[in-house]
Structure formats: structure tokens, C-alpha cells
């Protein structure tokens, strides 16, 4: 029953709908529905009534108070592309509302086993009739244009008509909020209808943006079934203005039910050229295999992402369910194709414009990594797709060489405005080719690296070579950069930035021995022009990278300047002044020692191997000091390194932190939408944390510890085209390789030969 999300609502309240409106969103990777109602609310109800397709957008002016030198001028920005959710309903003469009658019940379910988000309501009209509305809505897997609403009302108490009209809005604007830098400003309205009409019992609109001329197309089909499933008529308006609508009625009789069941399809121009040929294509399909087909694809599509990627946790139910709702909306979220990615609140919301940053590569990736190679190759294949735009993005910036790709983007154009905390965190450079790393070592996927890969780690260390500079003492360094932490920005040598860059620029030159080595040398030389000297360059700065160490407090500094600042006053701050940067001027917070965000302490997690255990213990607890987690992606990379170096119960205090931080709303803005950088981060505080497991070029290691509150738990990975699964408990680790015939593993240190049915059973260490 963990698979199973519920809330339920005595009254209708503003703030709760708007967060539900994130928490029971449907997204399949392509499009994504909020779970807004469908009655809709009164004026003047703050509300973000979305649709949206993962990869569409249009480009809209950046406002700079001062238009320097190559600043960024226009941005892409994800659009509400129609209301095709809206349905009311009228009984007996009275329409159903939240804010007349009296709701009896309201409940609202997310259902992650069969894939579907449901409205159950027993609602009494001012007549006193009673009915209950039992709404099902689903962004199908299998036909990942169909969005479905299914409405079903049964009389209780009297028998009478029932009502419906259902509408198909195409003429939308989208969600803005001046006050919130995390939001648009301004509501949008780029998106024209250029035809609507009726082609038989279905509305077709088609719309166009109104600077990338990017089209999509949205299609609306109703049915209504008696209680016997007999079909009766639907009257289709024509349109009128810019609204399809669908009036259809049922008599019923007491405790007798109608059904409606709402189809909208969507295309796009990105991926498809006859727009309107593909929705009425999907439409017959759809038609021909009746919804009911799509519910059991749905189920079975759920149903083997969960034996995929099981991970259970035993002794603690509620822990569980927020981890599998972690999961379940990063599965949401992913582009299905390589046309997109995964935006920083999926496809649940407006909140950061459906822009793709660092948070994919760094954070969700290695979910899919260990759980669905295929999906992180397809999300690399998009990175690569946009190289061409990194390089033009570098050009801007004033570099020959190399590429930068963007701080935000869409289509792989830099749409950052600030520059400080945006195109000057190059870190995501490293952090891309880390992903492709991370993906080949877990893979050995040689032809991807040969297709792709290679050229990302060249390109992105072409990049820091055109950026670094060698210092008097022969240090190679890296200048006026911000690092993960956004309350310290432009700054020299910041540790995390330089441990990925010399990452990055070491396995530009192992990638390319290991492509000599399997014969391919001549062609990528070839291709990318590489020479040995090139080479020796990358190795040289990566072997004299600053890798800044203070030796007075045994700690490395997160950059040149950090240690030398004041001490951000953290246990007088009134509470109400977080997160600091809704409070206080960017310059003030760049001022002193004070952190949004793990930075130096992330890298102690992708870099483990640069320092010796007490050096990252004291930064550890330096930094944990002075850390607000302002962002959501900070307290899962404190669980994790916690986990590494022993301290177990900090790091399942951070892990609750990042575990329920949307189902609970601790940041106090899930109704903008979902959070999927921490949702990964939660699943890698399990994986690399709790159980301790390291995927390096040497092999897989576990070194596991469990939180006193469970009696254990147990996951499944991908390694090597191997499928392994790892259960622990609080006496023993316990290994099973379910798919491949040998794997090596060392549990503790100690190497153990995995044998396909036989379970390797290691003892707990303290
Ligand atoms: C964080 C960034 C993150 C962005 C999008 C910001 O608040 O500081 O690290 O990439 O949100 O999630």
C-alpha cells in the first residue's frame, strides 16, 4: 500500500488546492497536466491551470536593467500550451462546486502502482441531492500524447439529470508572479491559435509561438456511457471565440451512474511535421483499443519500473512511500525522446520556466544510471544535441576554445539573465561530462563514448584549458567562477569547480587512451581534431589543479577568498528571513561565510578519492555550520557524505529533510512544482549513502550502514547490463545477481564473486 498517495479535504482552501495541483499532476515525460480542477475555481483564486509539453517553448525578451557586452537578451520559456482538463457538471439543475452545496468528502489519490491520479467527492447540492464524482486522469506511457479524464457521477439519493460541458480551451496565458525571482514575472500570452475546428466529433486547434513559430496541436473527444456502457450523444458546439464545447446529459436513476470520458491529444512540431494527421491518428488508435487497454499498459508500464527499480524500505511505511512518490515523479518527468530533458520541476509547474540545469546530469541521472541505462542515454543524446549552441555559448563568453554549456536552457541556448549565479557556474560543464562518465563506467557503453561521449569531454576540457591560467607557483587555476553554492559567487579557485574540471580534463585523456586502445584512435582524432600536445595540456593542468587546503583549520577553503569573510550570523536570523535570498541583497549574502547549498562538501562525494577522511570530516562540520540549505539540493548530499563518514544518525536526519520535502512542502513552494534534483539526490542518499555503494572504473563496492529506525531495506541495480540486488538488514548484507552469470563485488572491502542464483551473505559491520 506504500504505492499509494492520499489526501482528503474538508473544506475548499486556497494554498492546500494550489500544492495539490503539483502533488496529483499527471506527466508522462511529455506532456504534463497540473492537477488543477476540473470545475475550476472563482476569480481571483490563485491557481496554475497548466499544460505543458516537455521541450516547447518560445523565446521571450530577457530584461537587462543594462545592456553590457553579449549579455543574454532573450530566453526560452516552457508555455501552458491548453485547458483541456475543464469539465463541469451539473446535477439536477445545480452545478457542482467546491464553494456551494456541501462537500461531504473530498478525497484525492495518487495510485503509483496503476499509474493514475483520482478525485473521489460525495457532494451534497443546495436541493439536497446527494452524488458521488469519481474522477480518474492519466498521461499514458504507452501513447504519451494522450491525456484522459475519465468522470463518472452516480446518483445517491434521488434520480434526476445529470449534466455535463466540457470544454477545450487551446487560448491560455501562463502562470506569473512578480514577486518570486523563481517564477516568471509576467503571464505569457505567445501562443496564437491559427485554426480550430471540427473534424467530426473531435475540436482541433492548432497554435503557434509567437517567435520560435514552433506549432502544437491539441485535440478534444468526448463520450458519454450510460450505466450499461451504452453511448449516448455528445452535441458539439461549433466553435465559439476560442472555446470547443461539449454539452452532454444523463437521466439517472437513484444510486444509477453516467460516465464521461474526455480524450485530449497533443503534437508538437519539434517532433512531429503533420501535426494534426498525428492526433487524429492517435485518436483512432486510441479508439480502437478503448481506454481500458491504456489503464492495463499503464499498470504493466508501472508495474515493471517497480520490479526494475524496487527499492523498499522495511520498519518504516511512511519513509517508503516517500521515496517510491520520489521516484515515481522522476519517472514522470523524463523526456521519453531525445528532443528533451528533465526540467528542474519536471513537467508538475511553471517555477524555473521548464528549464534544464546541472540538476539532471548531477542529481537525477544516476538514478536512472544504476535503474534504466537506455533513459540516461537518451538524456545524454539530448545534451549532445545541443554541443553546437555550448560552443556558440563559450564564443559569447570570450573563449576560443571549447564549449560552456548554458546555466539554463531549453533547447541548449544560455537563458540565464543573472549572469553571477548563471552562466558563471561553469561547474556544469564538468558536472555533463561527470554523466557520461558515470554512464560509461556503468555501462562500458564504448560506442555511445565513441559516438558522443568523447566529444563532450573534449569540447568541455578544451573549455577549462581556454579558461585556466597557471599561477607563479605552477598551480593551474580557475578564475572569476560561482560554484554550487549560490550565496558566494565569482570567485577564484572554488574548490568544487576545480576537482570536477581536473576530473573532467583526466578522463578526456583515459577516454581517449581507452578509444586508441579498442583501435579507434585515428577516427577520433580524426574527427576532433586532437593532437598529443593537446593531451599533454589536459594532463598537465589536471595534475597541477588548485585544490585549495587550509592548513590552520585542516579544511579545504570553497574558494581563495571564502575563509577570509565574516562569519554570516545563522543562530540570530529570524526564522521568517529564510530562505535569505527572498531577504537580503545578492551582494550582502556574497559577503560573508554563509551557504545555500552543499558545495565543497558535494564534491567529497563525486571526488571522494582528492582527500583523506579527516580533512573532509572537519570540512564536514565547518561547512554543516554555515549551510542554510536554502535549496532544495543540499540536504541530500549532506546525508549522503554523513553516511560516508560514519555519521549515521546526521545523515538520516538530513535524509528525512530530503525525503518528504515535497509530500510535506517543507520548502513552502511545492505548488510551483515538484523539486526532481532533491527526488534524485533522496534516491543516491539511499543508494550511496545508506548502502554505501561507490561505481568506480575499478568495480562496484557497497559499504553498507542502515538507520537504527529500520529493520532494513533492499534495491535493485543495473551493472553492466547485470542486474544485481542488495538486501540489508541489521545483522547482514545479503547479494544476488538475478541477471548475468558472474560479477565481482567488494562488500566492506572484501571481494566476493556474484554467481547468478546464489546469494553472497556478508555480515553487518559496526
Ligand atoms: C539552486 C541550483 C539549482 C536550481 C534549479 C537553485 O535554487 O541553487 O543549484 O540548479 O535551483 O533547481
Request: charged share 25%; glycine share 6%; net charge negative.
Amino acid at each position: 500500500m506504500n504505492k499509494i498517495i492520499t489526501k482528503s479535504y474538508t473544506q475548499f482552501n486556497e494554498e492546500e488546492n494550489f500544492l495539490s495541483e503539483t502533488l496529483f499532476h499527471n506527466a508522462n515525460g511529455y506532456i504534463g497536466v497540473r492537477g488543477s480542477l476540473e470545475e475550476g475555481v472563482k476569480n481571483g483564486v490563485d491557481t496554475m491551470r497548466g499544460t505543458y509539453i516537455n521541450g516547447f517553448y518560445d523565446i521571450i525578451p530577457m530584461k537587462q536593467a543594462e545592456m553590457l557586452c553579449n549579455f543574454v537578451d532573450k530566453k526560452e520559456t516552457m508555455l501552458n500550451v491548453a485547458d483541456t482538463m475543464s469539465i463541469s457538471c451539473i446535477v439536477d439543475g445545480e452545478l457542482f462546486d467546491l464553494n456551494s452545496g456541501k462537500v461531504i468528502s473530498h478525497k484525492r489519490t495518487l495510485d503509483m502502482e496503476k499509474g493514475i491520479t483520482k478525485r473521489d467527492i460525495v457532494w451534497e447540492s443546495s436541493t439536497g441531492k446527494q452524488v458521488e464524482i469519481n474522477v480518474t486522469r492519466m498521461t499514458s506511457f504507452e501513447m504519451l500524447s494522450l491525456f484522459s479524464i475519465e468522470y463518472k457521477v452516480t446518483a445517491l439519493n434521488f434520480s434526476g439529470d445529470i449534466k455535463f460541458i466540457s470544454t477545450h480551451n487551446p487560448d491560455v496565458t501562463n502562470y506569473s508572479n512578480p514577486k518570486d525571482p523563481r517564477l516568471a514575472s509576467e503571464s505569457l500570452k505567445n501562443l496564437e491559435v491559427k485554426d480550430f475546428y471540427l473534424d467530426g466529433k473531435s475540436s482541433i486547434a492548432i497554435s503557434e509561438t509567437s517567435v520560435s513559430k514552433l506549432r502544437m496541436c491539441s485535440l478534444v473527444h468526448n463520450s458519454l456511457y450510460a450505466e450499461d456502457n451504452s453511448l449516448l450523444k455528445v452535441e458539439v458546439s461549433d466553435i465559439i471565440g476560442m472555446q470547443g464545447v461539449y454539452t452532454a446529459g444523463a437521466t439517472v436513476k437513484k444510486g444509477g451512474s453516467t460516465r464521461l470520458v474526455k480524450l485530449s491529444i497533443f503534437a508538437d512540431s519539434v517532433r512531429s511535421k503533420d501535426l494534426s494527421g498525428k492526433v487524429l491518428g492517435d485518436l483512432e488508435t486510441i479508439l480502437e483499443n478503448g481506454l481500458d487497454h491504456y489503464y492495463k499498459a499503464q499498470e504493466k508500464y508501472m508495474s515493471d519500473f517497480w520490479t526494475n527499480c524496487e527499492m523498499e524500505i522495511d520498519g518504516d511505511l511512511d519513509m517508503n512511500s516517500a521515496v517510491s512518490f520520489n521516484m515515481y515523479e522522476l519517472l514522470q518527468s523524463s523526456a521519453k525522446d531525445s528532443f528533451a530533458s528533465i526540467a528542474a520541476k519536471g513537467m508538475s509547474g511553471e517555477g524555473y520556466e521548464g528549464h534544464y540545469f546541472w540538476d539532471t546530469e548531477t542529481f537525477i541521472m544516476p538514478f536512472f544510471t544504476l535503474t534504466n541505462p537506455d533513459l540516461s542515454k537518451m538524456l545524454l543524446r539530448y545534451r549532445y544535441s545541443t554541443l553546437s549552441k555550448a560552443k556558440e555559448n563559450a564564443r559569447l563568453l570570450g573563449h576560443k576554445n571549447g564549449a560552456l554549456f548554458p546555466w539554463r536552457t531549453i533547447t541548449g541556448r544560455e537563458c540565464s539573465g543573472y549572469f553571477v549565479s548563471g552562466s558563471a557556474a561553469y561547474h556544469i560543464n564538468a558536472d555533463i561530462a561527470y554523466a557520461f562518465i558515470n554512464y560509461y563506467i556503468t555501462t562500458s557503453d564504448l560506442d555511445f563514448m565513441r559516438e558522443a561521449g568523447m566529444e563532450v569531454l573534449m569540447e568541455t576540457s578544451r573549455l577549462w584549458m581556454d579558461l585556466g591560467c597557471y599561477d607563479s607557483n605552477g598551480n593551474f587555476c580557475l578564475n572569476v567562477v560561482t560554484g554550487p553554492d549560490e550565496y558566494t559567487c565569482m570567485v577564484n579557485n572554488n574548490y568544487y569547480t576545480n576537482a570536477a574540471a581536473k576530473y573532467n580534463l583526466n578522463w578526456a585523456v583515459k577516454m581517449h587512451d581507452i578509444l586508441k586502445e579498442a583501435g579507434f584512435a585515428g577516427e577520433i582524432d580524426k574527427k576532433l581534431s586532437i593532437t598529443e600536445d593537446e593531451l599533454k595540456s589536459f594532463k598537465k593542468a589536471a595534475g597541477k589543479m588548485l585544490l585549495l587546503y587550509d592548513s590552520k583549520l585542516g579544511i579545504n577553503p570553497q574558494d581563495d577568498s571564502f575563509l577570509n569573510k565574516p562569519l554570516w550570523d545563522l543562530e540570530n536570523t529570524p526564522k521568517e528571513n529564510f530562505p535569505l535570498l527572498l531577504h537580503y541583497h545578492p551582494l550582502h549574502l556574497y559577503r560573508y561565510q554563509v551557504c545555500k547549498q552543499a558545495d565543497t562538501v558535494l564534491s567529497y562525494f563525486m571526488f571522494e578519492n582528492e582527500q583523506p577522511r579527516d580533512v573532509m570530516k572537519r570540512s564536514f562540520e565547518y561547512y554543516e555550520k554555515i549551510t542554510t540549505h536554502d535549496s532544495s539540493l543540499s540536504t541530500c548530499v549532506f546525508s549522503i557524505v554523513a553516511s560516508r563518514l560514519g555519521m549515521k544518525e546526521k545523515a538520516y536526519s538530513y535524509f528525512g529533510d530530503s525525503a518528504k520535502l515535497d509530500l510535506m512542502n517543507t520548502h513552502n513552494n511545492t505548488k510551483h512544482g515538484i523539486h526532481t534534483a532533491n527526488m534524485g539526490g533522496c534516491y543516491m542518499a539511499i543508494v550511496n549513502g545508506f548502502a554505501g555503494l561507490r561505481v568506480l572504473e575499478d568495480g562496484i563496492s557497497l559499504a553498507p550502514s542502515l538507520p537504527d529506525s529500520w529493520n532494513g531495506f533492499r534495491f535493485k541495480l543495473v551493472y553492466k547490463k547485470k542486474l544485481i540486488k542488495v538486501t540489508i538488514d541489521k545483522e547482514k548484507v545479503t547479494v544476488e545477481l538475478l541477471e548475468g552469470s558472474s560479477q565481482n563485488i567488494k562488500i566492506f572491502s572484501k571481494e566476493y564473486t556474484l554467481t547468478k542464483g546464489e546469494k553472497t551473505t556478508v555480515k553487518m559491520e559496526d
